[in-house]
């Protein structure tokens, strides 16, 4: 850019001069008494042309210069790259971020160093853990770390996808693949890209790269996996063929159980349905009998109270003159048998009478 605005310089340079050296032909040539700038211009014999004086061209070669210098004393640094700066040949430890930056004119220069996404693309064949030869096909997105950019210019200028990159993705992609095997890469492919991501950045990060991601695009197997895997796909076909009909057996035999089941069950129902109305009418029956009972033990008591209500009558009309009376008219002349005494002590009277009637 300090070149192509140079080069405008020197034009416009170069036509001021060129307007100034017109100027003057004409007013030397063309003056005379009478002579109006506002008359038209005509046509006259030319004169020699006059002598420029000195401090023109000094003003020229020092509008030259001074573009020059102006030209040369900054740099633009372009989105997503940082600017490197070149002092008499040295560069310095120091990574100058996007935009506008000064410089010394012809002492320093700015290299221009990419910081945005790379993709480095690798197809290469390796082994899986179970000895099968696999081709591999691997996309690694990565960029240089923009505050070590500097770093990585010194170490490999630009070639480092070339001298680093490369061999060290080669490396790891070899590393990782003979830790699966080929069933499992297919399977765990997540893993498996993970896995070979957190070793590229373990091995990068140092050198001032940044591994973004790492992508599997393709994983072709030899024709001998091919057919042992069409092999495993057939038996196992005939495998879930046989359990399925296991299945159907098992399927039918628990039906006939759950039938047998059911059918036992309804015969406990219904026997547990019949004790149920026994029991009911047993309880039934009992509760009438209870009824029944009750009715006649209300009915005797109702008896009983009617005879203790007598009894009380018939104890009122019981005065002692009364007994009397009753005891008199029911005796009929004989004395008692036997008769109690103070002491308690029991007398037998036949006892006596025979013994006052023997001689």
């Known amino acids: 850019m300090g070149t192509v605005v140079l080069a405008v310089l020197t034009v416009v340079a170069a036509v001021i001069l060129f307007a100034y050296l017109r100027r003057t032909d004409r007013l030397r040539a063309y003056r005379a008494p009478g002579f109006s700038d506002r008359e038209p211009y005509e046509p006259g014999p030319r004169l020699p042309r006059v002598q420029v004086p000195v401090w023109v061209y000094v003003i020229v070669v020092v509008f030259i210069v ?13 989105p997503a790259h940082r600017g490197l700066k070149v002092t008499l040949g040295q560069l310095e430890d120091y990574s100058y971020p996007e935009g506008f930056q000064w410089k010394l004119p012809f002492a320093q220069k700015f290299i221009i160093m990419p910081v945005y996404t790379y993709s480095a693309k690798i197809t290469e064949s390796t082994a899986s853990s179970d000895m099968q030869e696999i081709t591999t096909q691997l996309s690694v997105q990565y960029k240089v770390i923009a505050s070590r950019a500097h770093e990585v210019y010194k170490s490999y200028l630009f070639d480092w996808e070339i001298t680093q990159i490369k061999p060290i993705i080669f490396e790891e992609m070899k590393a990782t693949t003979a830790d699966w095997t080929a069933e499992q890469l297919i399977q765990e492919r997540p893993l498996v890209m993970a896995q070979l991501r957190d070793q590229l950045r373990h091995r990068l990060e ?20 091919w057919d042992a895997i069409e092999r495993k796909a057939v038996a196992t076909q005939e495998a879930l063929a046989e359990k399925n009909r296991l299945e159907v057996v098992r399927f039918q035999q628990q ?6 089941q059911a059918s036992k069950n309804i015969t406990i129902i219904q026997a547990e349905a019949k004790r149920e109305k026994q029991i009911k009418e047993a309880e039934g029956l009992a509760q009438s009998i209870l009824l029944e009972a009750n009715a006649t033990a209300e009915g005797d008591y109702l008896k009983l109270q009617a005879i203790a209500k007598g009894i009380e009558k018939i104890k009122e009309q019981l005065t002692p003159e009364y007994v009397d009376y009753l005891v008199a008219s029911g005796w009929d002349g004989r004395l008692p048998i036997i008769a109690g005494a103070e002491g308690g002590l029991v007398l037998d009277l036949r006892t006596l009478f025979a013994a006052s009637e023997t001689p």
Do not use: C, H, R, W
Not at 255 to 260: A, D, G, L, S, V
């Open 66 to 78: 001074a573009g020059a210098f102006m030209t040369q004393s900054y740099a633009i640094i372009p």
């Open 206 to 225: 140092p050198l001032g790269f940044e591994v973004i991601s790492v992508n599997i695009e393709d994983l072709q197997f030899s024709q001998e996996y």
């Open 255 to 260: 039906q006939k159980i759950i039938q047998e």
